[in-house]
């Protein structure tokens, strides 16, 4: 069965360091997303890409993020000056429709660590 | 603006046993599409279904199933015969008008015991 990986699992940075998170979506699939979980808390929304741009995004989406699809099957999230509160799971999802009932399929996240 | 509510932080019980997670949401869209995530020890986030809001009608599978009530805003989710491999934080989640963000809960820890 096809599923949305990311790599790495676990990233640890400095403060200050740029990171770049990666996704693989499924192959078919149109919309891509990037959510976040701070430890202990519920998702958040970060960002939603379709057709090479943004097409929605959070307060949380500030000038420090940014989303790529550089080829025809990576989709990342670069955080450009990490701080310690970007400390958390990272989740790339996608969805195979542009309908907003579409489900989201989540790959396993990249968690997050900066110290 | 959207809201999905989990008063249960967590709730433990004995296997075999029925538990139901409650989950409240706020709209002002007439359409809205809601969701249960599974997230087990392990960290991903498993769909477990999807429910309109035009489509009240309860749904089962298996030993899972969903009660969806507008008149409530409620869309509660029941395991029956609860096994240890049901323990996981369980999310519900709300897509609501236009919007294709995922609005999710803050989450119920359940915690079957053997």
């Known amino acids: 069965e096809p599923e949305v990986t990311q790599t790495p699992s676990h990233q640890v940075t400095q403060m200050g360091q740029e990171v770049i998170l990666r996704c693989v979506p499924i192959s078919n699939h149109l919309y891509f997303y990037w959510y976040r979980q701070i430890l202990g808390q519920k998702v958040e929304f970060l960002v939603s890409f379709y057709n090479n741009e943004i097409s929605e995004k959070s307060e949380i989406f500030d000038d420090q993020f940014s989303v790529e699809r550089p080829d025809g099957s990576n989709f990342t999230l670069k955080i450009r000056s990490t701080k310690l509160e970007d400390s958390a799971m990272y989740f790339c999802?996608?969805?195979?429709?542009?309908?907003?009932?579409?489900?989201?399929?989540f790959g396993p996240g990249t968690r997050l660590t900066v110290t | 603006a959207q809201k999905v509510t989990q008063a249960q932080t967590e709730i433990s019980v004995v296997e075999k046993e029925d538990v139901t997670l409650d989950c409240v949401y706020e709209t002002r869209d007439t359409t809205y599409y809601l969701f249960w995530y599974k997230q087990p020890p392990s960290g991903e986030l498993v769909f477990l279904i999807r429910r309109n809001s035009f489509d009240e009608q309860n749904e089962i599978s298996g030993r899972y199933s969903w009660n969806f009530q507008k008149s409530t805003s409620s869309f509660n989710f029941t395991i029956t015969a609860s096994q240890v491999v049901d323990s996981a934080v369980y999310f519900c989640a709300l897509v609501s008008g236009s919007a294709r963000q995922l609005t999710f809960g803050s989450g119920t820890q359940l915690t079957v015991l053997p």
């Open positions: 999802a996608s969805s195979d429709g542009l309908a907003s009932y579409y489900e989201q399929y």
